[in-house]
């Protein structure tokens, strides 16, 4: 039985997806079974997939016959997984070879941690590292950011299973921000963490600067917070922290660009937008 469960949704992911699971197969810390779950691709994704399954046993393929999105293949994978860590990857992120061995170090280590994320990079369609974020690193630290943000990057958690079967995996009511939903429900009954250490490399896409989407995870995001102040896992004065997003809903996207720009620079902005 292995030690962790790296789950991976992929859907037409051809591009970037064979990088991906690479990044994987690499680390240092090699006890783990690679969850990847095939959500309806009609592209090369199959194809890859199999050849990747049949280079190395530790990866397997779960094929949904249609399309069912992120939240559900996720609980589709947690239902098979034998790791007593469950921990996440994007199709077309990656990770760094030390990885799953800090993060388990971490864990065992910390019994009181439920949760640890860590630090990262983004990188464009090249592969190039066009910005680096630290967020917060403490329990208090993150506690105090929930209210207003989502200060762990979903592709970098790893878990302890037993949390997620207590708060019964992730909410498939959300299609969008079912992370930051999850960290919400999850916070009460452990601590959390982010390692300062760069162990995840987030690749800069198109779905990240449509303004579409952005206006949509905000959207969840809201109902989120919502959710939590209602649950009494923040106070009522935290409704003011709903009050910047819900006005960036009803921004053009002209504005979305221009904050796009103000995080990455406009020379990375170009440049990665380029390379999609």
Same mark, same amino acid.
């Given at each position: 039985?292995?030690?962790?469960?790296?789950?991976?949704?992929?859907?037409?992911?051809?591009?970037?997806?064979?990088?991906?699971?690479?990044?994987?197969?690499?680390?240092?810390?090699?006890?783990?079974?690679?969850? *990847?779950?095939?959500?309806?691709?009609?592209?090369?994704?199959?194809?890859?997939?199999?050849?990747?399954?049949?280079?190395?046993?530790?990866?397997?393929?779960?094929?949904?016959?249609?399309?069912?999105?992120?939240?559900?293949?996720?609980?589709?994978?947690?239902?098979?997984?034998?790791?007593?860590?469950?921990?996440?990857?994007?199709?077309?992120?990656?990770?760094?070879?030390?990885?799953?061995?800090?993060? *388990?170090?971490?864990?065992?280590?910390?019994?009181?941690?439920?949760?640890?994320?860590?630090?990262?990079?983004?990188?464009?369609?090249?592969?190039?590292?066009?910005?680096?974020?630290?967020?917060?690193?403490?329990?208090?630290?993150?506690?105090?950011?929930?209210?207003?943000?989502?200060?762990?990057?979903?592709?970098?958690?790893?878990?302890?299973?037993?949390?997620?079967?207590?708060?019964?995996?992730?909410?498939?009511?959300?299609?969008?921000?079912?992370?930051?939903?999850?960290?919400?429900?999850?916070?009460?009954?452990?601590?959390?963490?982010?390692?300062?250490?760069?162990?995840?490399?987030?690749?800069?896409?198109?779905?990240?600067?449509?303004?579409?989407?952005?206006?949509?995870?905000?959207?969840?995001?809201?109902?989120?917070?919502?959710?939590?102040?209602?649950?009494?896992?923040?106070?009522?004065?935290?409704?003011?922290?709903? *009050?910047?997003?819900?006005?960036?809903?009803?921004?053009?996207?002209?504005?979305?660009?221009? *904050?796009?720009?103000?995080?990455?620079?406009?020379?990375?902005?170009?440049?990665?937008?380029?390379?999609?």
């Amino acid at each position: 039985m292995p030690r962790i469960s790296i789950l991976l949704s992929v859907c037409n992911g051809e591009r970037y997806l064979r990088s991906a699971i690479e990044s994987l197969l690499a680390q240092t810390y090699r006890d783990f079974e690679l969850l *990847v779950v095939d959500d309806g691709s009609n592209d090369q994704t199959s194809a890859i997939l199999r050849e990747e399954s049949q280079r190395d046993a530790r990866v397997r393929v779960i094929t949904n016959p249609t399309n069912l999105g992120l939240t559900r293949s996720l609980n589709i994978a947690l239902a098979q997984a034998q790791g007593a860590y469950i921990a996440r990857m994007d199709a077309d992120d990656i990770a760094r070879p030390d990885r799953l061995e800090k993060q *388990v170090a971490f864990l065992d280590a910390h019994m009181d941690v439920g949760l640890v994320g860590s630090a990262y990079q983004f990188i464009d369609g090249a592969g190039d590292v066009i910005g680096e974020r630290h967020p917060p690193t403490t329990d208090r630290e993150l506690r105090r950011a929930l209210p207003r943000t989502n200060p762990l990057l979903h592709s970098s958690v790893m878990m302890r299973k037993e949390l997620l079967d207590r708060v019964h995996d992730y909410d498939e009511n959300y299609h969008r921000a079912q992370d930051y939903d999850l960290w919400m429900r999850v916070a009460p009954l452990t601590a959390l963490a982010n390692l300062p250490y760069v162990l995840m490399q987030k690749r800069f896409t198109t779905g990240m600067i449509s303004y579409a989407r952005e206006r949509e995870q905000i959207r969840c995001a809201l109902r989120v917070r919502w959710r939590a102040i209602r649950r009494g896992s923040y106070p009522y004065w935290c409704l003011i922290f709903l *009050v910047k997003p819900l006005v960036a809903t009803l921004l053009p996207a002209s504005v979305v660009r221009r *904050v796009r720009i103000h995080l990455f620079g406009q020379s990375q902005y170009k440049q990665a937008t380029k390379k999609m």
